[in-house]
């Protein structure tokens, strides 16, 4: 086996953002674009000659083409072996999984997630540690460093590596291990969960519908759902893989999930709904005629945790990103535990599950998840959802109602403005900071910040952060503007975007009495709404009217 070392220059563009590297597939197809940041992840992390490391993919256009790279530049860097899922094929979950039950040095995910593919949709690279979960920002912000200083990377010359096919092949020194994508993870989610009465509860009768939009959830969840459930064939929908999911957008929200939604609001509807996203890690779940906010599912989660298996043990806390809404702190406090908020993105739950302090995290943007791995985990929510369901025998919204009517509703609502000029975008957030001092300047009566209607500002700022167990800092993650009451407006620019910017706009207020559950979040939140639009000239300076997506 021959291994070259080829000259490069550095691209000067290999920032991981919230979620690893995500860009256009051309501009992942440009000379040695891959390479070099590929390169730089393996300086960067320094395995042990002889490390193994786990690989997989989302299935998405160019998927299997980089793998072979990465492939090829594993055995040249000195790994022993690769963990890889057959066809290319690892969820989020599973690879987060895998890298942990074969205690391997890390993996390497590809996935643009949420976001669409085909030769002109996105691409994503994401490097997971030994926990299993994404690289804290320190490593990420020493790849991006090694990327902008690479003169040279390694790859044998080789063959291509048969993808399809179980079993063990040999790149130079290097073992290919091409394993089941599924059956690790399949086992894993059957240690914490009662299969046997979600067994019980689909064969009397309960109907479900899951929605794998053509992207990689749909082998998990035909394995999970039909093979050892016994739903019937048709509960997974769009099951198959397919590498432009099928032209749609695998994100499982109300907008782009309108298949599923339509079923569940439709004559005739499933009792109970989900839907996944293009890498598995995030989860929408969708009672009849009703839908469950993220912020209230990880909420109940946490307050029917008592019935799960998995869980009967008691959890040791809970932490939700800082845009999720403080649904979950009510129940933490009930339970008398922690609860703890982070900036957005799942690398920062990592340490808080390592060192023993939480059990279950979440965010509002469709991501649950626990200590049995280090990503978000979107079937596990689903199974997590169809226990409870099993144990109380209660319809998704009646457990829904029930909980706001113990712990009040935290009323929520996520407007997205997609692709919008970046200069507007920035803008917007200088202005917003601009603002803090007269926002929050004393009232004649020194009675606090500016008073809209009945909501009177009580502090702004930009979020940040300290991790409670390395102490590392992390600014300028969020501009909330908080308000004596407990509502709150915060405004955040995306990171996973590849196109212009995506301002985010989150809204959220608590409704104590019972009798206004029922009101339409947008209803209810119409004067954060209009404050925010006011204060943030969102739209004199993006123009646009409104948001791309509601959530
Ligand atoms: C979004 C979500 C964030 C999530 C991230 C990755 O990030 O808001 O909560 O962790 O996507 O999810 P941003 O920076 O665009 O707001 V996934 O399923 O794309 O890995
Ligand atoms: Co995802």
């Known amino acids: 086996m021959q291994f070259r070392t080829v000259s490069t220059t550095p691209y000067t563009d290999q920032k991981p ?38 690989l997989g993919g989302d299935g998405r256009y160019y998927n299997r083409e980089a793998i072979q790279v990465i492939l090829k530049m594993a055995a040249a860097n000195g790994f022993g072996r690769v963990l890889l899922g057959r066809s290319g094929i690892l969820s989020t979950p599973a690879a ?57 990377y390694r790859i044998a010359d080789a063959p291509d590596v048969a993808l399809d096919t179980s079993g063990d092949t040999m790149l130079g020194d290097m073992t290919v291990s091409v394993t089941d994508p599924v059956s690790d993870y399949a086992e894993l989610m059957e240690s914490l969960f009662d299969f046997g009465a979600i067994r019980k509860l689909l064969s009397g009768g309960f109907r479900i519908k899951f929605e794998a939009m053509h992207a990689v959830t749909g082998p998990y969840a035909r394995e999970i759902f039909v093979n050892r459930l016994g739903a019937p064939e048709d509960s997974v929908m769009n099951a198959v893989p397919l590498p432009d999911f099928g032209g749609g957008h695998p994100d499982p929200n109300l907008t782009y999930a309108h298949e599923l939604v339509e079923a569940l609001y439709g004559s005739n509807a499933p009792d109970f709904g989900a839907a996944s996203d293009g890498d598995g890690d995030r989860n929408m779940i969708l009672g009849r005629h009703f839908f469950v906010t993220p912020s209230d599912s990880l909420a109940i989660l946490a307050a029917n945790a008592h019935q799960v298996p998995g869980y009967q043990q008691g959890l040791a806390g809970i932490a939700r990103s800082m845009p999720t809404s403080a649904a979950a702190d009510r129940v933490a406090a009930t339970l008398n535990i922690p609860c703890y908020e982070t900036p957005t993105g799942w690398k920062f739950f990592g340490n808080l599950m390592d060192a023993g302090k939480v059990t279950l995290c979440g965010e509002e ?83 606090g910040g500016a008073q809209f209607g009945h909501l ?83 739209r004199q300076r993006t123009g646009r009217e409104r948001p791309t997506v509601i959530t």
């Open 96 to 152: 987060s999984c895998v890298i942990r039950k074969y205690q391997t040095h890390g993996g390497i995910i590809l996935s643009a997630s949420h976001n669409p593919g085909g030769p002109d949709g996105d691409f994503g690279i994401k490097y997971n540690t030994a926990n299993g979960g994404p690289a804290p920002e320190k490593i990420t912000e020493a790849i991006f460093a090694a990327s902008r200083k690479i003169a040279q």
């Open 17 to 54: 953002g919230t979620s690893g590297l995500r860009k256009r597939v051309p501009a992942f197809r440009q000379p040695h674009y891959l390479e070099n940041f590929v390169q730089s992840v393996f300086d960067t992390v320094a395995a042990p000659p002889g490390a193994t490391l786990v």
């Open 456 to 538: 009177q500002v009580r502090l702004c700022d930009d979020f940040s952060y300290t991790d409670p167990v390395d102490g590392s800092v992390s600014t300028g993650q969020g501009i909330r503007i908080l308000f004596v009451d407990g509502s709150r407006i915060v405004f955040r620019l995306s990171g996973t975007g590849t196109e212009g910017a995506t301002l985010r706009l989150y809204l959220e207020s608590y409704e104590p009495d019972v009798s206004k559950h029922h009101l339409d979040a947008q209803q209810a939140l119409a004067t954060l709404i209009s404050i925010a639009l006011e204060i943030s000239e969102l």
């Open 365 to 447: 943007s469709f991501g649950t998840g626990s200590d049995h791995i280090r990503e978000k985990d979107g079937l596990w929510a689903v199974l997590f959802w169809l226990n409870i369901l099993a144990a109380r025998r209660q319809s998704v919204e009646a457990i829904v109602r029930e909980h706001w009517a113990r712990f009040g509703r935290n009323v929520y609502s996520r407007h997205d403005y997609e692709g919008i000029p970046t200069d507007a975008a920035n803008g917007v957030m200088r202005l917003l900071h601009e603002r803090f001092a007269e926002l929050q300047a004393c009232t004649e009566q020194g009675r």
